[in-house]
C-alpha cells in the first residue's frame, strides 16, 4: 500500500489557505459563474451527505501556478 500524503481539506482550512471567501471558492467552481470560474481550481469532494472537501494537492497545484504567473507578471513589468 502507498503512503497516503494528500490531505482533504474542509472550507474553513481552504478559506485560510487561499485567502478566499466562501462565496469566492463555490464560484471557482462554478462554471455558471462565468465573472469568477476557474477551470484551474480544484474540484471538491463530496465525502458524505453534509460534508464536501478539497484535495490538498489540487490547491497547491493552483496556488503554484497563480504564484508563477505573479512572479512573472511582476518580472514582465520590471523589464519594461
Known sequence: MENISIRMLRLP???AV???SRAAIYA???PKDKARFDA???QRVQLSANAV???SDG???WLDKRIAA???QHQQGAAA
Request: proline share 10%; no cysteine; hydrophobic share 40%.
Open 13 to 15: 482550512d481552504v478559506m
Open 18 to 20: 487561499t485567502g478566499l
Open 28 to 30: 471557482k467552481n462554478n
Open 40 to 42: 484551474d481550481f480544484p
Open 53 to 55: 472537501a478539497w484535495p
Open 59 to 61: 490547491l497547491q497545484a
Open 70 to 72: 505573479s512572479r512573472k
